[in-house]
């Protein structure tokens, strides 16, 4: 049974920093394209972030380029996502997702499998 298991939210203040860590179990960790995404009540989710195989390639949505780091570790079936500089419009539940193919997923349900979120809150 595949897993996907968040980690790391909770409350900061506004340019404060934090680590997201997703743990995968039940699949081959390193042939799955990892993505981040998120949703604040009554929006769709967002793409946010995404890391290929190898982690050699990755794609960022334009709010977060330059404040966010996606990055995986394959020996530990991990991928994070290192949030800085954090704005009270970063409020959102945190999924992360996993897909077989070879595209990153910009929608989070096109994706093969996903967690059930942690919450992330900046305070102004």
């Known amino acids: 049974q595949v897993q996907l298991v968040e980690s790391g939210g909770g409350l900061v203040q506004a340019g404060d920093s934090l680590r997201l860590s997703c743990a995968a179990s039940?699949?081959?960790?390193?042939?799955?394209?990892m993505g981040w995404f998120r949703q604040t009540p009554g929006k769709e989710h967002e793409f946010v972030a995404g890391?290929?195989?190898?982690?050699?390639?990755?794609y960022y949505a334009d709010s977060v380029k330059g404040r966010f780091t996606i990055s995986r570790d394959n020996a530990k079936n991990t991928v994070y996502l290192q949030m800085s500089s954090l704005k009270p419009e970063d409020t959102a539940l945190y999924y992360c997702?996993?897909?077989?193919?070879?595209?990153?997923?910009?929608?989070?349900?096109?994706?093969?499998?996903w967690g059930q979120g942690t919450q992330v809150t900046v305070s102004s």
């Open positions: 997702a996993a897909d077989r193919s070879s595209l990153v997923r910009r929608s989070l349900t096109e994706n093969d499998y």
């Open positions: 039940g699949l081959t960790f390193n042939k799955y394209i």
């Open positions: 890391i290929t195989t190898s982690g050699s390639n990755t």
